[in-house]
């Protein structure tokens, strides 16, 4: 395979790549954020 064919190739692969890791994203909540209990307020008391 020539090498000018191999680097289309590849240049496209990347491209394809990097167009699918920039698409809309809005769908994509999170909900273990919000329900996450180690990450509640225990009013501040601190031991020590």
Known sequence: ???KVLY???TGV???GV???CGDAE???DPGMEE???MEDDG???EG
């Open 14 to 16: 990347l491209t394809i």
């Open 1 to 3: 395979m020539s090498k």
């Open 44 to 46: 501040g008391d601190m």
């Open 19 to 21: 167009l699918a890791a």
């Open 27 to 29: 769908d994509m909540d």
């Open 36 to 38: 996450d209990p180690g």
């Open 8 to 10: 289309s190739l590849l």
